[in-house]
């Protein structure tokens, strides 16, 4: 974020408003299912630091380590369903 932060000041602090407003404030989803879908999503795109963010934020909020596995699991099946659904042999 340090690039974002002197090049595009502005942009980085609309970035970290949303990341607020979508993450940290009560919504409709609750924390646990938040962290869930931000370590996923963090693999599927391969972000390292957003796993290290999110992991133990996970923890933080009483995600079980069966539970991330769980999320993990699914998040497989569907990468492996859209490379299937991509194969036409």
């Keep these: 974020m340090s690039v974002l932060n002197e090049t595009l000041p502005k942009a980085a602090e609309a970035y970290e408003h949303m990341t ?3 993450l940290r404030e009560d919504n ?10 931000a370590i996923v999503a963090g693999v599927l795109v ?8 999110h992991l133990p934020r996970a923890y933080e909020v009483g995600c079980t380590r ?9 998040a497989m099946c569907i990468s492996a369903g859209a490379q299937i659904a991509w194969t036409k042999i």
């Design 46 to 53: 391969r972000c390292q630091p957003c796993i290290d963010i």
């Design 28 to 37: 409709f989803l609750d924390p646990k299912t938040k962290e869930l879908i």
């Design 20 to 22: 607020d407003v979508v």
């Design 66 to 74: 069966e539970e991330i596995t769980e999320a993990l699991a699914v």
